[in-house]
């Protein structure tokens, strides 16, 4: 069995998109995942499953829209990939203030200029490319942040963001899932 970490996008944020994360887990055990496990209210799942990471996030979509009445595209990375983007991670001195360090998550290759023009927006930002991720350091914090504001109008590909505590809280529960 894969340990994978599946994230939705937009959910429970500002009362639009409710979604029950007891409900949520309720659905993905009766579609056979096993070990499943919620972070928060804001969509972040750890599951296991025999299946690849293309037919969980399929299976997982499918699953979600039955329950909720709405779709939300779930970003499914498996623990040895999770281990890689925690690793990779370029601002790990400067994550002491969880809020300044984020990952973006990214489900394709944006354009080849749109990393470069995402930079342009950038005051006291710093952004490192890495394998389907892009670390963002926001000293001024991630709700202030221009390169945050302009995230998904510049890449323009499905993304979802999570900062450094959320990573490192969900590295622990894939981590123990795993043993």
């Known amino acids: 069995m894969t340990v994978f970490l599946v994230l939705f996008r937009g959910i429970n944020v500002g009362g639009n998109k409710i979604v029950r994360m007891e409900v949520l887990r309720e659905a993905l055990t009766k579609a056979g995942f096993d070990k499943v496990a919620t972070y928060i209210q804001s969509g972040n799942v750890v599951l296991t499953s025999d299946k690849k990471a293309s037919e969980v996030a399929a299976l997982v979509a499918k699953q ?49 200029d749109a990393v470069e023009r995402l930079r ?41 963001i999570r900062n450094w505590r959320t990573m490192l809280k969900l590295l622990d529960m894939a981590e123990s899932t795993a043993n």
């Open 120 to 160: 342009g927006f950038a005051t006291t930002e710093r952004i490192v490319p890495g394998e389907g991720v892009l670390y963002l350091h926001a000293p001024d914090g991630f709700g202030r942040s221009k390169v945050a504001e302009k995230l998904d109008a510049t890449l323009k590909v499905p993304l979802t």
């Open 64 to 112: 979600f829209e039955q329950a909720f009445g709405f779709s939300s595209r779930p970003t499914v990375r498996s623990l040895e990939q999770w281990r890689e983007l925690i690793a990779g991670n370029p601002f790990v001195a400067e994550a002491k203030d969880h809020k300044t360090v984020s990952e973006v998550l990214l489900d394709e290759t944006p354009a080849d």
